[in-house]
T-cell receptor, first 114, second 113 residues
Framework: GENVEQHPSTLSVQEGDSAVIKCTYS??????FPWYKQELGKRPQLIID?????GEKKDQRIAVTLNKTAKHFSLHITETQPEDSAVYFC?????????????FGGGTRVLVKP | DSGVTQTPKHLITATGQRVTLRCSPR?????VYWYQQSLDQGLQFLIQ???????AKGNILERFSAQQFPDLHSELNLSSLELGDSALYFC????????????FGPGTRLTVT
């Protein structure tokens, strides 16, 4: 089955700096890669996703890049703010008619220091 | 608010007992997914239903079962509970079909004592 590795496990950045989280996946058939943000005690919230036919996607201060050959994808947060502090999860999925189960990475705890 | 609802928010029960967790998907969504989040295992996929039928299964224990009803709400049944079953259980929903986003409910925190 799919295996997703996520690094780093913790990340501390100064407000205004950029944060980068990297994930690798094992199943070359995976074609959907979402990122979720989870604040303490809250639900995982979908913040951005990318599909295998696209190499990069951007939404305001967040962007995701995908390298299918190397089987890795990354989340970039620019101009970080204290409210960006949370745990971020990457996930991978082989979307097909039979189902769309997400395999998650282990998470990255991001702390943005004011 | 994602539009996915889950009840109850918290559940405290004893080992050996059985509980039922409930999930209502977003309006219009046909797929429901169940995930378990524990400190040592992270977020783990349990099972998916699409329009009443089981579509995908993860490492769900035999003591756990689920179903999706005609009104599309879903229930996750956990029986013969063990201490290690203590976790956050999330339900997510999506429109269904291929390449669709999953939106998570607020979760049910289960504590087994």
């Amino acid at each position: 089955g799919e295996n997703v590795e996520q690094h780093p496990s913790t990340l501390s950045v100064q407000e205004g700096d950029s944060a980068v989280i990297k994930c690798t996946y094992s199943d070359s058939a995976s074609n959907y890669f979402p990122w979720y943000k989870q604040e303490l005690g809250k639900r995982p919230q979908l913040i951005i996703d990318i599909r295998s036919n696209v190499g990069e996607k951007k939404d305001q201060r967040i962007a995701v890049t995908l390298n299918k050959t190397a089987k890795h994808f990354s989340l970039h947060i620019t101009e970080t703010q204290p409210e960006d502090s949370a745990v971020y999860f990457c996930a991978a999925s082989r979307v097909q008619a039979a189902g769309n189960k997400l395999t998650f990475g282990g998470g990255t705890r991001v702390l943005v220091k004011p | 608010d994602s539009g996915v609802t889950q009840t109850p928010k918290h559940l405290i029960t004893a080992t050996g007992q059985r509980v039922t967790l409930r999930c209502s998907p977003r309006s219009g969504d046909l797929s429901v997914y169940w995930y378990q989040q524990s400190l040592d295992q992270g977020l783990q996929f349990l099972i998916q239903y699409y329009n009443g039928e089981e579509r995908a299964k993860g490492n769900i224990l035999e003591r756990f079962s689920a179903q999706q009803f005609p009104d599309l709400h879903s229930e996750l049944n956990l029986s013969s509970l063990e201490l290690g079953d203590s976790a956050l259980y999330f339900c997510a929903s999506s429109v269904g079909g291929q390449q669709d986003e999953q939106y998570f409910g607020p979760g049910t925190r289960l504590t087994v004592t």
